[in-house]
C-alpha cells in the first residue's frame, strides 16, 4: 500500500525538508580537504539537534537487519555510493567526489535528501558525472505527476545515463518516504517489468535518488557491512531529492541553494 499524505502531513514534511535542505547546504561548505568524513557527521549532529529535528537514520536498520547505522549522515566517496560511514579515518582530499546522504525527522515525518561536492579541482570525468547525475534526477522529476507511472521516471533517468555513456545501479533504489525512511513503493531508476503499473497520486511522497555509475552498473558491499561501491572501482554519482505529488506535478521539498 502507497500512503497518501494529507496537506498537514506535507506541510510537516515541507518543513522538515527545509531544514534538512539547510544542513546539507552548510555541510557542503564544509567539505574540504583535509576534512575527516566524521568532522561532518559531527556538524550534522549539532546542527540537526539544534534544529529541534533528529537525525532518521542514527540508529536505523534498513531491512530489518540487526544493528542501525552508526551515525546521522552517509558521507560516500568516489567509487562509494551509498552508506559510506563517517568514520575518523576517513579523510577528504582535493579531487575527490563526495555525496553528502541526509535524512531528517521532523515531526515524526522523515526527509531524505543527497547532495553531491567536487573538493576543489575534480577530474573532467568527476564533472560529467556529477553533472549528469543532477540532469537525470531532475529529468525523472520532471516525469513525475498525477497519472504517470514511475516506470515513466525511470525511464527518464536511464535514458539520459545511458545517452551520457554512464550505466544505472540496479540493486539500489528509491522509496516511498513519509513516517518511516523507507516505505513502499520501490522506485526504480531504470526501466523494469517489476515496477509493474504503479500510477502516481497526489499526496504520494518519494525519495528519488538515481545512483548512476561511470562503468558497469555492478555493485559489491564493502566488508564493513553497510557501504555500497562500484564492482570495477569506477565513479558514482548519486543524487536524492524528497518529492510529493501535486495537482500540477511534483513539489521538491528538499531544494538545496546554489
Ligand atoms: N538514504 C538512504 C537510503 O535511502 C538511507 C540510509 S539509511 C542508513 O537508502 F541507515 F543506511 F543510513
Ligand atoms: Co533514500
Not at 28 to 35: F, L, S
Not at 92 to 111: A, P
Not at 112 to 118: K, S
Not at 139 to 145: P, Y
Request: hydrophobic share 40%.
Amino acid at each position: 500500500m502507497i500512503a497518501i499524505k494529507s496537506k498537514e502531513e506535507i506541510k510537516v514534511m515541507r518543513e522538515g525538508g527545509k531544514i534538512l535542505a539547510g544542513i546539507l547546504e552548510k555541510l557542503r561548505e564544509n567539505v574540504k580537504p583535509g576534512k575527516s568524513a566524521q568532522e561532518l557527521d559531527k556538524l550534522a549532529r549539532e546542527l540537526v539537534f539544534s534544529s529541534g529535528a533528529r537525525p532518521s537514520f542514527l540508529g536505523y536498520a534498513p531491512n530489518g537487519r540487526g544493528e542501525g547505522y552508526p551515525a546521522a549522515l552517509c558521507v560516500s566517496v568516489n567509487d562509494e555510493i551509498v552508506h559510506g560511514i563517517p568514520e575518523k579515518n576517513k579523510i577528504i582530499f582535493e579531487g575527490d567526489l563526495v555525496k553528502l546522504d541526509m535524512g531528517v525527522e521532523h515531526k515524526k515525518m522523515h526527509t531524505d535528501a543527497t547532495v553531491m561536492v567536487g573538493v576543489g579541482k575534480i577530474p573532467k570525468v568527476a564533472e560529467k558525472i556529477m553533472k549528469v547525475t543532477e540532469e537525470c534526477l531532475y529529468l525523472g522529476i520532471g516525469a513525475i505527476a498525477p497519472g504517470k507511472k514511475i516506470s515513466d521516471y525511470a525511464r527518464a533517468v536511464e535514458s539520459h545515463a545511458q545517452i551520457c555513456g554512464f550505466s544505472v545501479v540496479r540493486d539500489l533504489v528509491g522509496h516511498g518516504v513519509g513516517y518511516s525512511v523507507h516505505e513502499p513503493p520501490q522506485v526504480l531508476n531504470y526501466f523494469h517489468k517489476k515496477l509493474g503499473n504503479i500510477v502516481l497520486k497526489v499526496g504520494m511522497t518519494l525519495a528519488l535518488e538515481p545512483m548512476i555509475n561511470e562503468g558497469g552498473y555492478e555493485i559489491y558491499l564493502a566488508d564493513d557491512g553497510w557501504t555500497y561501491k562500484t564492482l570495477d572501482g569506477k565513479l558514482n554519482g548519486h543524487w536524492e531529492h524528497t518529492v510529493a505529488v501535486t495537482k500540477d506535478g511534483c513539489e521538491v521539498l528538499t531544494e538545496i541553494r546554489n
